[in-house]
């Protein structure tokens, strides 16, 4: 038996709350390594780069909050004194340098505004992944937001789901454009349509991940689950792997694992037994050929009003960026936002008569990067009768690269084993090219032309108008970054 197999038999994770008031009163340095990691069990990460100090994962299925709980957010990040926080890819947010004297309180608060951070770590359910446009797009089939918090209901707080072998990452969506990385889930629910009357629902995968021995894709179980029976399926899974998932060594006990043992067929028919019904054989993908991460400006199925995809730079955001997101929402929504798994931000539900003044605002704006080979310009919504508007936030040359490029997430991760062992970031740098050796070039040369074209100057906060027929020329960055915690 593995250290973390003994420590789970010796108390459940989750009994660690009834000591956190105590931990608060003595201190950090009287809590033991197994309350360590017993810790994450409620979503407090004791990291060794920072001693004395935490990280907490919240977790919001889909990624949906209110601006009331962007606000309390933004007031738990500027407690902290560093006032920093970071989207994760699970479309959580993580809180920084938190002092173990300040948890108890701030599971207090976060429960009272209807979040949780409890089972963000370890071997539970992770956050569930689901299309941040949910219920706005209109080529969406299935809105799937309610699914994901029925699903949440059943697990969180319940010891039956608090002892799996290994972590178990879930993502449900009914967009058709790819946004949620499904073939790395251990439950991957992507939309699909059923026998002649083309019935709306889900198609069911299963064992995806990217390590614990390097990258697997989700296995399709050949099964179709509707819509109101997809959060008992998803608990059903779940369930079988908590029983008969490998737990001898942590580098193999992911679902995975028992695909590889069980075989598919194995599988489906013990899902079957308990879910006592037989499963229909998987409908026709509706999914696209296209990836979207919905970053731009989008027009809603709901006339007249349009969501907005704002970039961030590696998911980071400091507490009154939270605050500045909160008003927005207030002054040009309805009061919500979304968190995306590309760790950006969405504005939803904008009136076409709002959409000028929200591009004047000067927090969207924020993130310019004017240095000579930044690419400039904004992008372009491009789909569902965009408006002609750009997405409000530019594309810096040190901007991460699109996740779904070889299918890895970028930026903060959020949820991976390097969260607390303290290594760096990781960068990855674009090669050089190679250039051919100079011939009688004057030295000075390169400087005096780029003076001449006024190549270090800022770029026009809006593309400017092109003559009809003229060739478009985007400078590119030189290097892309990507953060890795």
Known sequence: MNKIEALKAEKDGLEIQDDLVRFAREGWKTIGDDDKERLKWVGVFM???TPGHAMMRIRMPNGLVTSAQVRLLARLTRESGRTIADITTRQQLQLRWVTIERVPDIITRLEAAGLSSFQTGMDNIRG?????ATGLTPGELIDTAPIAREFQRIFLGNKDFTNLPRKFNVTITGCR???????TQDISMTPALFGDGETPGFNVAVGGKQ??????????????????????ACAAIALIFRDHGPRESRSKARLAFLLGEWGVERFRAELEARLVRPLPRAGRDARGATHGDHIGVYRQRQPGLNYVGLKTPVGRVTADQLDGLARLSEAYGQGELRFTPSQDVLLPHVPDARLGDLTQEPLPHRYQDTRHGARQGFREG???????????????????QPSHRRHRASGVQGQGGRQGRGRRPRIRRR???????????????????????GAGAAGPLLPAPRAAGAAARAPTGRRGVSRST
């Open 47 to 49: 990291r060794r780069p």
């Open 128 to 132: 569930i992944i689901g299309c941040p």
């Open 177 to 183: 454009e790819h946004c949620t990385g499904g073939e």
């Open 211 to 232: 390590g614990s021995g390097g990258p697997t894709v989700a296995f399709p179980l050949d099964a179709f689950v509707r819509p109101g029976e997809a959060a008992e």
């Open 382 to 400: 491009g789909r569902q009768d965009a408006p002609p508007h750009g997405a409000l936030v530019r594309l810096p040359s040190v901007m991460r």
């Open 431 to 453: 090669p050089r090219r190679e250039r051919p050796p100079r011939r009688h070039a004057h030295h000075g040369g390169r400087a005096l032309r780029r003076a001449a074209a």
